[in-house]
């Protein structure tokens, strides 16, 4: 005979399932349309993109440790690093000469791509500080030091693709 209190316990056991479960199926069968969308018109509202480096290394190191984590981290990661690249792109923008619907078609599809994430992700799990640091230097360094200049969003834009073109390579090896 079970108990409240056991029916309870076994209530969150299938709705934890059932979300990771509605997760993987989302993850398998749009998170790679939607990236394929976006970095389309990433690439779409520019010319070329630059060969400039950016004054902040790529955490080649945090995405390798991220390959051999559990699934729902690798769930909290595509998920903070979307979060950090959309507050990136909510700066000042008026140097920008990028195509006007093509930025905002992007900027909405990446919008989306984060609301669904967050629905997978547990409020209980604790940011990854590392990634959270990294965002804040490329934002200082690139962007506020370079006074929010074409040049700036230019390098912004490199360092956008290269994130999800490595949380793309993260979410296939989820499945």
């Given at each position: 005979?079970?108990?409240?209190q056991?029916?309870?316990?076994?209530?969150?056991?299938?709705?934890?399932v059932?979300?990771?479960c509605?997760?993987?199926?989302?993850?398998r069968h749009?998170?790679?349309?939607?990236?394929?969308?976006?970095?389309?018109l990433?690439?779409?509202?520019?010319?070329?993109?630059?060969?400039q480096?950016?004054?902040?290394?790529?955490?080649?190191?945090?995405?390798?440790?991220i390959?051999?984590a559990?699934?729902?981290?690798?769930?909290?990661?595509l998920?903070?690093?979307?979060?950090?690249i959309?507050?990136?792109?909510?700066?000042?923008?008026?140097s920008?000469?990028?195509?006007k619907?093509?930025?905002?078609?992007?900027?909405?599809?990446?919008?989306?791509?984060?609301?669904?994430?967050?629905?997978?992700?547990?409020?209980?799990?604790?940011?990854?500080r590392?990634?959270?640091r990294y965002?804040?230097?490329l934002?200082?360094?690139?962007?506020?030091?370079?006074?929010?200049s074409a040049?700036?969003?230019e390098?912004?834009r490199?360092e956008?693709?290269h994130h999800?073109?490595?949380l793309?390579?993260?979410?296939?090896?989820m499945?």
């Open positions: 005979m079970y108990t409240m056991s029916w309870t316990c076994i209530f969150l056991i299938i709705c934890s059932q979300s990771v509605h997760c993987c199926d989302w993850i749009h998170y790679g349309h939607l990236s394929a969308e976006y970095l389309s990433l690439d779409q509202m520019g010319g070329d993109i630059t060969k480096n950016a004054p902040v290394f790529f955490p080649t190191s945090l995405y390798r440790h390959d051999a559990e699934f729902e981290d690798k769930v909290r990661f998920n903070e690093t979307i979060y950090e959309t507050k990136l792109f909510d700066g000042n923008m008026k920008v000469t990028w195509d619907k093509n930025l905002d078609d992007f900027l909405n599809i990446l919008e989306r791509q984060f609301e669904n994430l967050n629905s997978c992700v547990s409020a209980a799990m604790k940011p990854e590392r990634l959270k965002f804040k230097k934002n200082r360094k690139v962007l506020r030091k370079m006074n929010y040049q700036a969003w390098l912004i490199k956008t693709k999800l073109q490595r793309d390579i993260l979410a296939a090896q499945y």
